[in-house]
């Protein structure tokens, strides 16, 4: 679960993916979002920055704790209160309906168990609440899922235990999750939308 080395390099290996997009596809991510929202796996606090002021407040969830103390130290970026949980996705220290919105970045492949997660976020979403969500996926290209397949067990051990192959828009729909809006970018690999708490 913990991870040194990918925490301490991590904003670094990502940063040309960031300026090339990924960052203005986070802050599509968190555009308009309201309310009491949750963020899990959180990371090194990339999204930290970009949480909009529409939001009341930020909970961020993350297990790892040389992330988690990147993630401290990106507390004053934030524009609205932030409060950090050490945690497991799969299992959240919230009351049901806790919260208005939740938002997931390239962390579902991650997540040992992403349907549990999914479940767990659900739970404690009010009904009528939002998910927003931005992940890398398998892609529909049989070349490149090809592809992926083929280096996800050397991935997965360089990253953190990220499946590179994973086909999460199929996971999350069947989910309780209702998608409401889903764009694929990247030749397919990357996915973002909006799913409503049923
Ligand atoms: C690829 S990183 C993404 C971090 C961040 N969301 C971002 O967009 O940069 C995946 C994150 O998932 C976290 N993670 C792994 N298992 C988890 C779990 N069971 N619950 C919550 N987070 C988890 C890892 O510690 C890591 O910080």
Redesign the pocket.
Known sequence: ?N?PFLARI?DTV?APTERAGVRDQRRRMMEGVTGKVLE?????G??VPLYPATADEVHA????RH?LARLVGRVKESSVPLYLYQG???DLPFMDGTFDAAVI???L????DPTR?LDEVHRVVRPGGILRFLEHVRSRDDRTARWQDRINPLWGKM????RLNQPTVEILRATKWEIDDLWRSGGGFVVAGQAFRT
Do not use: K, R, S, W
């Not at 899990?40 to 090194?44: N, P, V």
């Not at 492949?109 to 040992?112: K, R, V, W, Y």
């Open positions: 679960m991870h991590y990502l899990i796996a959180a990371g090194t990339l999204n969830v993350e297990p790892d992330m497991d996705a799969q970045a390239f962390a492949c991650t997540i040992p997660a990253a953190g235990g990220c």
